[in-house]
Nanobody, 124 residues
Framework: QVQLVESGGGLVQAGGSLRLSCAAS????????MGWFRQAPGKEREFVAT????????AYADSMKGRFTISRDNAKNTVDLQMNSLKPEDTAVYYC?????????????????WGQGTQVTVSS
C-alpha cells in the first residue's frame, strides 16, 4: 500500500507556472506507475499525465502536451508535475495517483491509490 500527499498548488495568473509535487510513503514507490489527474468544479475527473515505473516513458492528455511535464525521483519517492503557460481552464483540484500495474493508464479506474488533491487556480 502507498499513501500519497500532494503539494504545490496555489493561485497563479494566466501564463504563469506552478510545480506540483506528490510525496509517497512506503519502500516500493518504484513499483508503481504514477499519474496526475484533475477535476474542475462541475466536471468529471480527467487525465493529465502518467509516467512509467522507471521514468523512461510518459504520456499526456492532448491539451497538456507541450505545457506540462511529469517527472519522478524514485530515490526521493516523489512525482512532480511542472505546469507552464497556465490558462484559466487549468483551474482544478489536481490529484496524484498510483497504479500497481505496468500500463500508462489514462483512465482513473486504472489507478489503485489516490492523494487528497491540491487546488490550482489560474486567474485571467
Amino acid at each position: 500500500q502507498v499513501q500519497l500527499v500532494e503539494s504545490g498548488g496555489g493561485l497563479v495568473q494566466a501564463g504563469g507556472s506552478l510545480r506540483l509535487s506528490c510525496a509517497a510513503s512506503g519502500r516500493t514507490f518504484s513499483s508503481y506507475v504514477m499519474g496526475w489527474f484533475r477535476q474542475a468544479p462541475g466536471k468529471e475527473r480527467e487525465f493529465v499525465a502518467t509516467i512509467s515505473r522507471g521514468g523512461g516513458s510518459r504520456a499526456y492528455a492532448d491539451s497538456m502536451k507541450g505545457r506540462f511535464t511529469i517527472s519522478r525521483d524514485n530515490a526521493k519517492n516523489t512525482v512532480d508535475l511542472q505546469m507552464n503557460s497556465l490558462k484559466p481552464e487549468d483551474t482544478a483540484v489536481y490529484y496524484c495517483a498510483a497504479e500497481q500495474g505496468f500500463t500508462l493508464g489514462s483512465d482513473q479506474n486504472d489507478y489503485d491509490y489516490w492523494g487528497q488533491g491540491t487546488q490550482v487556480t489560474v486567474s485571467s
